[in-house]
């Protein structure tokens, strides 16, 4: 009897353990195939070797410096030899001793899990290294969800099948050493940093292949809790759990007890920083770039935040500093002179230099918090004028750094609108490619971008797009004018007539030749020529140069009135004149590849011949002048000599902007200065001139330039045609042969040629 029943007993157990391995195998076999859609799907083979995660486009300048990236979330691949072998002995020891050994799932730890489940007696996860890994790429419990989803109990179950299987396809699929770097580039570890690469970076600016045993330790007891365990916000629970890591390591023979000892009470020093696209360089650059490359990634079906594009910029990053810091210095300087002017008073100001009043009143109607404001309580409503009045802690831009304070609605507003911008750009134009972008003082603070999103009237530094039509036409450079009243009939306009008037507000009677005017910025002579031309050729040869916005063809176009432009476009309008006059319009991303470094698109700037080369240099020419005898002769002594350097300054009225370009053999580079809005500027028209609040900024940029060897510019002077000039540029020949007789054979153009 008590032979059967242990029979009984073998053949029972023996059945329910084939039972229990024919119902595993069925069940592995079912998830799958996703029986009945009970389980959900599980990724093919295809999706195993493209398992990456999102991954950040990364935006790379001309010299191979990283200027920022595009996320949802922050994420940059690593390889396995990119990783400290301190880093990989903490994660080991801390996630998956055994991972080494095993296929995928090991059993050992798996049975302890359960047995410390039913035991109450928890003593670790049976999740392996690779399960986990599973987990994150394919989201096994939220992705492709089966019917038996449903069921709370069962679901758990079904995730982890699920993970059993995708991780033995992943250790079939790839090495250990692959597996390793896939799951720290997968992982979370707080702060908006996905991926050990950002983590490392984000907390103490290193390389993955830096980090020692302290910074692993952290790094890595924050995996699975990255918000309680961040060591900027919970430090003694981070440091804690940091101990707890240590002690892994120590235990496992990785360090000896001395080392843990030191180790576990040092401090940890964190270089914390979280990257934003209000950090690093060119950030208002990067801002521009992102629409374009938006735009590019939605046509050519990719996606710019996940798909780990490497996006390479013309941008030079040694250059691109240096035009931050230029700004830097100078607005500082400017913006405590401005401020000084307007101690007391408002700066925003009419025609006749009276402040303009319920100025504020009319500003805030177009910030954010209004509109918001508005659609919740109404407009006039007493809790609107309640929420834009009352105080509260923020944090504030300034020249000294960021401010604590508390302000109302208005009064930030009121401090805001108290600051100079500015906008600078820098270009290569014999290639298009843009060097430099600084679109404004803080893009944290400030988003406007100055450079291509904001226009403005171009004052003087329209002028050379006149003379440019008076000498593609013939004209010389030598050509002389009276400085003399010229009046412009306006029949449907009241007055009918305009008389331009000359900065100082006189006209001298004096004679100039067309590049003494142009240097001297005499609007009179200017006017003279416009009055020849006529409006039409002059907005004909704006556009062939690269203008793009729209003029209005009226006689103030002369004085750079007739409408608003970019310094985007002047710059690469000026650059027509340094590359023998062809136009190659601005361009600032040169190719892009993907995520495995193939070429996507190399892009090609768009070119076309605007003047003829002759007519290029006389311009070059006549922009000397300005450097020589104008507007730009304060211009450093440093950066003249043994260099030729064409400038414009431009000014417009009542001195709202301030515009400087110049241009040398191989760069054009120029910048904007003014309020964000037009009645925000200096009493004093002479205070606010181009040649005092733009000048400078170029002037710093070039000399940083050119004490940079590696860079490539150097000075040097302006290429002369490859034929003869057919117009003779120096003024005492040309007023010789303009009085001799008609055997001398100079191309003289008379006035009556314009007519």
Same mark, same amino acid.
């Given at each position: 009897?008590?032979?059967?029943?242990?029979?009984? /007993?073998?053949?029972?157990?023996?059945?329910?353990?084939?039972?229990?391995?024919?119902?595993?195998?069925?069940?592995?076999?079912?998830?799958?195939?996703?029986?009945?859609?009970?389980?959900?799907?599980?990724?093919?083979?295809?999706?195993?070797?493209?398992?990456?995660?999102?991954?950040?486009?990364?935006?790379?300048?001309?010299?191979?410096?990283?200027?920022?990236?595009?996320?949802?979330?922050?994420?940059?691949?690593?390889?396995?030899?990119?990783?400290?072998?301190?880093?990989?002995?903490?994660?080991?020891?801390?996630?998956?001793?055994?991972?080494?050994?095993?296929? &995928?799932?090991?059993?050992?730890?798996?049975? %302890?899990?359960?047995?410390?489940?039913?035991?109450?007696?928890?003593?670790?996860?049976?999740?392996?290294?690779?399960?986990?890994?599973?987990?994150?790429?394919?989201?096994?419990?939220?992705? @492709?969800?089966?019917?038996?989803?449903?069921?709370?109990?069962?679901?758990?179950?079904?995730?982890?099948? @699920?993970?059993?299987?995708?991780?033995?396809?992943?250790?079939?699929?790839?090495?250990?050493?692959?597996?390793?770097?896939?799951?720290?580039?997968?992982?979370?570890?707080?702060?908006?940093?996905?991926?050990?690469?950002?983590?490392?970076?984000?907390?103490?600016?290193?390389?993955?292949?830096?980090?020692?045993?302290?910074?692993?330790?952290?790094?890595?007891?924050?995996?699975?809790?990255?918000?309680?365990?961040?060591?900027?916000?919970?430090?003694? %629970?981070?440091?804690?759990?940091?101990?707890?890591?240590? $002690?892994?390591?120590?235990?496992?023979?990785?360090?000896?007890?001395?080392?843990?000892?030191?180790?576990?009470?040092?401090?940890?020093?964190?270089?914390? *920083?979280?990257?934003?696209?209000?950090?690093?360089?060119?950030?208002?650059?990067?801002?521009v770039a992102k629409a374009h490359l938006i735009n590019w990634a939605n046509q050519n079906g990719y996606d710019l935040f996940e798909d780990g594009l490497k996006i390479y910029s013309t941008i030079d990053s040694r250059m691109q500093q240096y035009a931050e810091d230029a700004i830097a210095e100078h607005m500082d300087s400017l913006q405590s002179k401005f401020d000084k002017h307007w101690r007391g008073g408002n700066?925003?100001?009419?025609?006749?230099?009276?402040?303009?009043?319920?100025?504020?009143?009319?500003?805030?109607?177009?910030?954010?918090?209004?509109?918001?404001?508005?659609?919740?309580?109404?407009?006039?409503?007493?809790?609107?004028?309640?929420?834009?009045?009352?105080?509260?802690?923020?944090?504030?831009?300034?020249? %000294?750094?960021?401010?604590?304070?508390?302000?109302?609605?208005?009064?930030?507003?009121?401090?805001?609108?108290?600051?100079?911008?500015?906008?600078?750009?820098?270009?290569?134009?014999?290639?298009?490619?843009?060097?430099?972008?600084?679109?404004?003082?803080?893009?944290?603070?400030?988003?406007?971008?100055?450079?291509?999103?904001?226009?403005?009237?171009?004052?003087?530094?329209?002028?050379?797009?006149?003379?440019?039509?008076?000498?593609?036409?013939? $004209?010389?450079?030598?050509? @002389?004018?009276?400085?003399?009243?010229?009046?412009?009939?306006?029949?449907?306009?009241?007055?009918?007539?305009?008389?331009?008037?000359?900065?100082?507000?006189?006209?001298?009677?004096?004679?100039?030749?067309?590049?003494?005017?142009?240097?001297?910025?005499?609007?009179?002579?200017?006017?003279?020529?416009?009055?020849?031309?006529?409006?039409?050729?002059?907005?004909?040869?704006?556009?062939?140069?690269?203008?793009?916005?729209?003029?209005?063809?009226?006689?103030?176009?002369?004085?750079?009135?007739?409408?608003?432009?970019?310094?985007?476009?002047?710059?690469? !309008?000026?650059?027509?004149?340094?590359?023998?006059?062809?136009?190659?319009?601005?361009?600032?991303?040169?190719?892009?590849?993907?995520?495995?470094?193939?070429?996507?698109?190399?892009?090609?700037?768009?070119?076309?011949?605007?003047?003829?080369?002759?007519? !290029?240099?006389?311009?070059?020419?006549?922009?000397?002048?300005?450097?020589?005898?104008?507007?730009?002769? %304060?211009?450093?002594?440093?950066?003249?000599?043994?260099?030729?350097?064409?400038?414009?300054?431009?000014?417009?009225?009542?001195?709202?902007?301030?515009?400087?370009?110049?241009?040398?053999?191989?760069?054009?580079?120029?910048? $904007?200065?003014?309020?964000?809005?037009?009645?925000?500027?200096?009493?004093?028209?002479?205070? &606010?001139?181009?040649?005092?609040?733009?000048?400078?900024?170029?002037?710093?940029?070039? *000399?940083?330039?050119?004490?940079?060897? /590696?860079?490539?510019?150097?000075?040097?002077?302006?290429?002369?045609?490859?034929?003869?000039?057919?117009?003779?540029?120096?003024?005492?020949?040309?007023?010789?042969?303009?009085?001799?007789?008609?055997?001398?054979?100079?191309?003289?153009?008379?006035?009556?040629?314009?007519?």
């Open positions: 009897m008590k032979q059967k029943l242990i029979k009984i /007993t073998i053949k029972t157990v023996w059945t329910g353990l084939i039972v229990a391995l024919l119902g595993t195998f069925t069940l592995f076999q079912m998830a799958k195939r996703d029986a009945f859609g009970w389980f959900g799907g599980l990724p093919g083979l295809q999706d195993l070797e493209r398992s990456d995660p999102d991954l950040s486009s990364e935006l790379i300048s001309s010299d191979g410096v990283l200027l920022g990236k595009y996320f949802r979330k922050n994420r940059t691949q690593v390889s396995y030899d990119e990783l400290s072998p301190e880093l990989i002995n903490t994660l080991l020891v801390t996630e998956d001793v055994r991972f080494k050994e095993h296929s &995928g799932v090991d059993l050992r730890s798996l049975v %302890r899990a359960i047995i410390g489940k039913l035991t109450f007696n928890f003593q670790g996860g049976g999740s392996t290294i690779t399960m986990q890994l599973a987990e994150n790429l394919y989201k096994t419990n939220s992705d @492709k969800k089966g019917s038996l989803y449903e069921y709370s109990s069962i679901r758990q179950l079904i995730t982890k099948i @699920k993970e059993w299987i995708i991780a033995v396809r992943l250790e079939r699929s790839y090495t250990k050493e692959e597996i390793l770097a896939m799951y720290l580039n997968t992982i979370e570890f707080g702060s908006n940093s996905y991926g050990i690469k950002v983590a490392a970076k984000t907390f103490f600016n290193k390389l993955p292949s830096q980090l020692d045993y302290q910074e692993s330790a952290s790094l890595v007891g924050s995996i699975n809790k990255p918000t309680a365990f961040n060591p900027v916000y919970n430090p003694e %629970r981070a440091k804690n759990k940091r101990t707890e890591v240590l $002690w892994n390591v120590h235990k496992y023979g990785l360090i000896n007890k001395s080392a843990f000892d030191s180790l576990k009470d040092k401090k940890l020093v964190l270089n914390y *920083l979280v990257e934003s696209h209000n950090e690093g360089l060119a950030t208002y650059f990067r801002t700066p925003w100001i009419d025609d006749q230099n009276k402040e303009i009043p319920g100025f504020l009143n009319e500003v805030i109607k177009r910030t954010h918090t209004y509109k918001s404001l508005v659609k919740i309580y109404g407009k006039g409503s007493d809790s609107l004028e309640y929420y834009l009045h009352v105080k509260k802690p923020m944090r504030i831009f300034s020249w %000294r750094g960021e401010i604590d304070t508390v302000f109302s609605t208005y009064d930030s507003l009121n401090y805001y609108k108290r600051f100079l911008q500015t906008g600078f750009m820098a270009m290569d134009p014999q290639t298009g490619n843009i060097k430099a972008w600084v679109g404004g003082i803080n893009h944290k603070y400030f988003k406007y971008d100055h450079v291509q999103q904001g226009k403005r009237q171009p004052g003087s530094t329209f002028k050379p797009f006149v003379y440019t039509a008076a000498l593609d036409i013939g $004209w010389s450079p030598c050509q @002389k004018v009276v400085d003399a009243p010229v009046s412009f009939n306006l029949p449907s306009q009241d007055p009918p007539t305009w008389v331009p008037q000359n900065s100082n507000g006189r006209f001298t009677g004096e004679t100039f030749t067309f590049r003494e005017a142009m240097a001297r910025s005499v609007n009179s002579i200017t006017a003279w020529i416009m009055n020849k031309i006529n409006p039409n050729t002059v907005v004909e040869y704006a556009n062939k140069l690269g203008i793009e916005s729209r003029l209005e063809a009226v006689p103030s176009l002369c004085l750079g009135a007739g409408g608003d432009v970019s310094l985007f476009e002047i710059i690469g !309008a000026y650059s027509t004149f340094a590359n023998k006059g062809t136009h190659i319009r601005p361009f600032f991303i040169s190719r892009i590849e993907d995520k495995n470094g193939n070429i996507i698109q190399q892009f090609v700037p768009d070119e076309r011949e605007a003047i003829n080369e002759e007519t !290029a240099y006389l311009m070059l020419h006549m922009l000397k002048g300005t450097i020589e005898i104008g507007s730009g002769r %304060r211009l450093s002594e440093e950066l003249k000599l043994n260099n030729d350097v064409g400038a414009k300054t431009g000014t417009t009225q009542n001195a709202s902007d301030g515009w400087f370009i110049g241009v040398t053999k191989n760069l054009v580079a120029g910048s $904007w200065v003014g309020g964000d809005d037009r009645s925000i500027r200096f009493r004093e028209w002479y205070l &606010g001139q181009g040649g005092r609040t733009a000048l400078p900024i170029y002037e710093k940029f070039m *000399l940083k330039v050119y004490q940079d060897p /590696t860079l490539g510019y150097s000075k040097g002077y302006f290429e002369k045609p490859t034929k003869p000039l057919r117009t003779v540029i120096n003024c005492d020949l040309y007023a010789e042969a303009s009085n001799a007789d008609d055997s001398v054979q100079y191309d003289v153009v008379k006035e009556d040629d314009f007519m």
